[in-house]
């Protein structure tokens, strides 16, 4: 059981990575990303080119986080900053770009499936119990990915103009804040979060073009939930990741993979708004 509670943590961990990303695009500009996935793959194969250059793994998940921020800035530049006031099209844009991105990624790396070594490798006994040292290490680093979010919304002017243009852009427009430069600046932070989470999942699965679109629902469902809180991501992570390893281990892996999109989808039927005003 230990075990099995291990996994819930760190799969939680995991989850709280690569949805934190959609957060805050979706929190500021009220569309969901769904290229979302193909800037985990960016990030993923960054990590691999990085990796294969001999580049030890501390500058790995910068150089993955500065790769997935310039082609999100690119995208909102050329694509998103258009579409802002057309959600439904803007979902259909991304999800566009997305493919398009994982053809650019098998163009250039092919379909082949290639894996990256985790920079802490063994195991580490916890009450007994012998558990991926690198797992461990992913609860640490989803504790800093979340205070660092939470003081750049909190303890920066960029965060500071953020908090305005999400509860009142005409207002926060009028009182000087450029929303266009906070939009452009956040869908760079919100994709290089993703390709940040990309290079951290690499050594936990393979790298394929189409790595990240698994990732997705799961991510896009969990935002839905939160109603759009950092801290409700967090729980939900915590307890819809910790069913998904229950169901995966107890009951059937593929009813496990589904475990995230049908609580979910329960819980916005129950309660639309999320659990952010619970």
């Not at 500058?59 to 790769?67: G, K, N, S, Y």
């Not at 802490?120 to 012998?130: K, N, Q």
């Not at 290089?192 to 790298?207: E, Q």
Request: net charge positive; with cysteine; aromatic share 6%.
């Amino acid at each position: 059981m230990l075990i099995v509670a291990l996994d819930a943590v760190t799969t939680a961990a995991l989850l709280l990575i690569i949805s934190s990303g959609l957060l805050i695009v979706f929190g500021v500009m009220k569309i969901i990303n769904f290229a979302h996935a193909a800037f985990i793959t960016v990030g993923a194969y960054a990590a691999l080119v990085g990796a294969r250059l001999g580049l030890p793994w501390v500058l790995l998940v910068p150089v993955a986080f500065a790769a997935g921020a310039a082609c999100g800035a690119l995208a909102e530049v050329t694509i998103v900053r258009r579409l802002y006031q057309r959600p439904l099209d803007a979902i259909l844009a991304t999800w566009g770009l997305g493919i398009v991105i994982g053809q650019i990624v098998t163009l250039i790396f092919g379909r082949e499936v290639q894996f990256v070594q985790a920079p802490i490798t063994g195991t580490i006994e916890l009450l007994g119990v012998d558990y991926s040292a690198y797992r461990i290490a992913m609860i640490g680093a989803a504790l800093v990915v979340a205070l660092v979010f939470s003081a750049l919304l909190n303890g920066t002017r960029l965060g500071l103009s953020t908090r305005a243009v999400i509860m009142n852009e005409m207002l926060a427009q009028g009182l000087g804040v450029d929303s266009a430069r906070v939009r452009l600046v956040t869908f760079a932070i919100g994709s290089g979060l993703a390709a940040l989470s990309g290079a951290l999942i690499t050594p936990l699965s393979s790298v394929d073009p189409n790595m990240g679109v698994p990732w997705l629902i799961s991510a896009f469902m969990l935002v839905m939930v939160s109603g759009g809180s950092l801290l409700t991501l967090a729980v939900s992570s915590l307890v819809l990741g910790g069913l998904q390893v229950i169901v995966s281990t107890f009951v059937n892996p593929i009813l496990g993979g589904l475990t995230i999109a049908i609580c979910a989808a329960v819980v916005l039927r129950v309660r639309p708004e999320g659990f952010a005003r619970a």
